[in-house]
């Protein structure tokens, strides 16, 4: 291929094939004002012919609206996010909008480069699951020029933006307890990144649910990247040992499970186990996981209208406020104790 068929075609390149001027050209893209009809035509061919691609960054410095949303994820490797930005890119293509996606692996510095890319690109508003408040000043820095902002899973105090989240508190409660119905009462609380508010929740929904039945509480946080696995095997030959965990996210139940495996720890005769987050293949493991459902889906739905919807009110200038709080589901399965339900229906 040679290097001028791989070069960017330009508004100078489409005026030049069918003998106008660039004005011309940027009339016609523009809507066709003050341009005749057989000229219009003429510019449409020479742009469908030379697949001529409009510079969105170069229109929104004219004056135009951005097409163009951005969206920051800690992690595309975690089902959880992934289900989130699919769900964000489907609303904004169905609403006429282009997604730019980052994943920042949850290192601060990335994060920050990501959103000065962003602006850069003069993008219409952001979408983000923050991963730190050093983030915090860049975010306001773009709300005061007017770029609407939602915060999704994750929220911090003393920003304004709008927030999309769901009731980790009583998810958790909910979690907790079914273990407590269970009869357990050595339960152990383990997960990684109790730094956000997420995260907090569902540490206060456990503890609520603990202090509520008069029992004692049990924690292992540590911070991520700590192997946390044999921590709660080692926790498993003490003098108290838990007789149930309750895992603050799917990357934690994923670990706790791969260690309990590899040291032949039966579940749940020896160690019952509840997570917050279904993921794909919790129902297809050797024992199903039970877990707490996120509708990861409709946190990316709901983010994605709310801004759009400021997009196309104006409000974007104005102080958001909007909040939403989705619900939660427990999903029963096997390794909380439970007996499997049958779905195959038997003869009468």
Same mark, same amino acid.
């Given at each position: ?12 390149? $489409?005026?030049?094939?069918?003998? $106008? ?49 951005? *969206?920051?994820?800690?992690? *595309? ?9 699919? =769900? ?59 770029? +609407?902002? $939602? ?5 911090? =105090?003393?920003?304004? =933006? ?6 980790? *508190? ?23 990144? &109790? ?58 139940? $994923? ?32 024992? +199903?996981?039970?877990?707490? &459902? ?6 990316? &739905? ?24 989705? +619900? ?17 229906? &038997?003869?009468?």
């Amino acid at each position: 291929m040679s290097t001028r068929s791989r070069s960017v075609v330009t508004i100078a390149d $489409v005026a030049r094939a069918c003998g $106008v001027g660039t004005m011309t050209v940027s009339r016609v893209i523009n809507g066709k004002k003050h341009v005749s009809e057989e000229m219009a035509r003429r510019v449409e061919e020479a742009i469908a012919r030379l697949n001529y691609q409009p510079n969105e960054a170069a229109r929104t410095l004219k004056g135009r609206t951005s097409r163009t949303i951005g *969206l920051i994820v800690p992690s *595309l490797s975690d089902p959880f996010f992934s289900q989130c930005a699919h =769900a964000v890119q489907q609303v904004a293509a169905e609403q006429g909008y282009m997604t730019m996606l980052f994943a920042c692996e949850a290192n601060r510095s990335v994060e920050a480069e990501e959103l000065s890319q962003m602006r850069a690109r003069n993008i219409a508003g952001i979408l983000i699951v923050p991963s730190s408040e050093n983030s915090l000043e860049q975010l306001q820095e773009l709300r005061r020029s007017g770029m +609407p902002v $939602v915060m999704i899973d994750r929220t911090f =105090a003393g920003i304004d =933006a709008g927030e999309v989240m769901v009731e980790n *508190l009583e998810g958790a409660f909910r979690a907790t307890n079914h273990l407590i119905d269970h009869g357990h009462r050595r339960i152990l609380c383990v997960g990684y990144d &109790r730094e956000y508010n997420s995260i907090g929740e569902r540490i206060e929904g456990y503890k609520k649910a603990m202090q509520t039945a008069g029992l004692s509480q049990q924690y292992i946080l540590v911070k991520r990247g700590v192997p946390i696995g044999p921590k709660v095997v080692a926790s498993l030959r003490s003098a108290k040992p838990p007789s149930a965990v309750f895992t603050l996210n799917n990357v934690t139940s $994923v670990a706790v499970l791969s260690a309990l495996k590899r040291e032949e720890i039966r579940i749940p005769q020896q160690l019952a186990i509840i997570g917050f987050d279904d993921f794909e293949l919790a129902s297809l493991l050797a024992v +199903p996981l039970t877990a707490v &459902r996120q509708p990861a889906t409709e946190l990316g &739905r709901h983010a994605t209208r709310m801004l759009i919807d400021s997009l196309r009110t104006g409000n974007g200038g104005e102080r958001m406020t909007s909040r939403i709080v989705l +619900p939660t589901e427990l999903i029963l399965r096997q390794s909380c104790g439970c007996e499997p339900i049958s779905r195959i229906a &038997r003869p009468s």
